[in-house]
């Protein structure tokens, strides 16, 4: 919770599983959708809707994007959009890391999100070892991107002065 709640406050976050083989790194992660079997995403996911939704601000608007990638035997592959593959990191003063060409799905319910994350996972290289017959050959990173803005009240909707950059979080 504490490494969610700091990307809605505007800083960076990362959520690693790390391990060998068969020890449930993807169950940690993703879980089940319901219940107490929810892994870490799902319940990340249900962390920053609920808190978009009992944000009283009028004036607060958010956007929330996810993009879902795979690193497999050293190639960064976009698994939303499979066609897009060989991506590079890059870094930029404004943007900070990240990977070119990677698609970002603006997405407006966790139901959304769980439906890239299966669209995602269906694309993921997998292969068979003696410790588990279906293992993930690659590394996945699913990014969730929450962005806010505080709005004066006036009509055309402008940034209130001094809060015109908007936060970003991963």
């Not at 993807?26 to 959708?33: L, V």
């Not at 699913?142 to 001094?162: L, Q």
């Amino acid at each position: 919770k504490d490494a969610v709640m700091s990307t809605l406050q505007g800083y960076n976050a990362t959520i690693i599983a790390y391990g060998q083989t068969g020890t449930g790194k993807t169950y940690t992660m993703e879980g089940g959708r319901q219940g107490e079997t929810r892994g870490i995403i799902p319940r990340s996911i249900e962390f920053i809707f609920d808190y978009i939704e009992n944000d009283t601000s009028a004036s607060r608007k958010y956007l929330v994007r996810a993009a879902y990638l795979q690193i497999y035997n050293e190639v960064i592959s976009d698994l939303l959009k499979p066609e897009r593959t060989n991506l590079v990191i890059r870094e930029e003063k404004r943007r900070g890391i990240f990977v070119e060409g990677l698609s970002e799905w603006v997405v407006r319910s966790p139901a959304e999100i769980y439906g890239l994350m299966e669209r995602g996972a269906a694309q993921r290289a997998v292969g068979s070892t003696r410790m588990n017959e279906i293992s993930s050959r690659s590394h996945a990173v699913f990014i969730i991107i929450a962005e806010n803005v505080t709005v004066n009240n006036a009509k055309d909707g402008a940034p209130k002065s001094g809060n015109e950059k908007m936060s970003q979080s991963f």
